[in-house]
């Protein structure tokens, strides 16, 4: 094992440089005044003072009286270890304080921006690794934009049993979607005189909206509780005036 001086196992106690001499010279004296002590350390005797008032506060020095003289004699070195004990045992104590500070913490939504039709498949690619029941505000311009990888990802989302419930302007790839609700494990509705250049997916605690626009796809992908519950909520009303 490794020897430690004396002065460094002090300073990892969290003892100054001041208070070490301080210390270690009471501890040689035994018991005696702050005069000698002050001596013996080579410090000023109102510094010295100063250091004894703080380590009799702290439990590890005392102080007595013989005839109106003051006398200081230094604690053991092992009632530093019980010292640090204290502190760490008030520490372990506190960490549920500290458990609680941190749960008042506002978490903040994460938020990913996807560019092209490879950023877009990304979001498709992570839905289907969610496996949650998705809800999704659709334009039939994704199976023009898409033409080839959409009709994939609706393959692979229903062979993985993934239930979407999908809102959509009137068209005709609105009317061969419902025709196939059943194989593709969808349900769809329709909403007439109904327009849009985005998309959004609902899907757990995400929101995907994606910019359908030709050499201009964005997908924004928003993870966040309390914006997906919302976003839920407004595509409920939606859902229930489509037909």
């Known amino acids: ?31 005696a005044t702050a005069n000698q002590i002050s001596e ?16 009799i506060e702290k439990g590890i020095a005392s102080k007595v009286l013989i005839k109106d003289t003051a006398y200081f004699e230094m604690a053991e070195p092992t009632k530093l270890i019980s010292a640090l004990e204290e502190k760490k045992e008030n520490l372990i104590n506190a960490l549920k304080g500290f458990d609680v500070l941190k749960q008042q913490v506002i978490i903040k939504p994460v938020v990913q921006v996807y560019q092209g039709k490879e950023g877009f498949k990304t979001i498709l690619n992570d839905i289907l690794t969610t496996r949650q029941t998705t809800d999704v505000i659709s334009t039939s311009k994704i199976f023009e934009i898409m033409k080839y990888y959409f009709p994939q990802y609706i393959k692979t989302r229903s062979s993985l049993g993934i ?21 593709e494990n969808r349900e769809t509705r329709i909403i007439k005189d109904w327009t849009t250049d985005t998309m959004t997916f609902i899907y757990g605690e995400k929101v995907a909206i994606i910019k359908l626009v030709e050499e201009e796809i964005i997908g924004v992908l928003i993870k966040d509780a309390t914006i997906s519950k919302d976003q839920r909520k407004i595509f409920d009303i939606l859902w229930s005036v489509a037909k």
């Open 163 to 183: 239930k979407t419930r999908v809102i959509q302007e009137y068209s005709r790839q609105t009317l061969i979607l419902k025709k196939t609700e059943k194989k």
């Open 40 to 55: 013996k350390s080579y410090l000023c005797r109102s510094t010295t003072y100063d250091i004894l008032k703080n380590f």
């Open 1 to 31: 094992m490794t020897q430690v001086a004396p002065e460094d196992a002090l300073r990892s106690m969290g003892l100054s440089d001041k208070e070490i001499k301080v210390y270690l010279a009471s501890l040689q004296l035994g018991t």
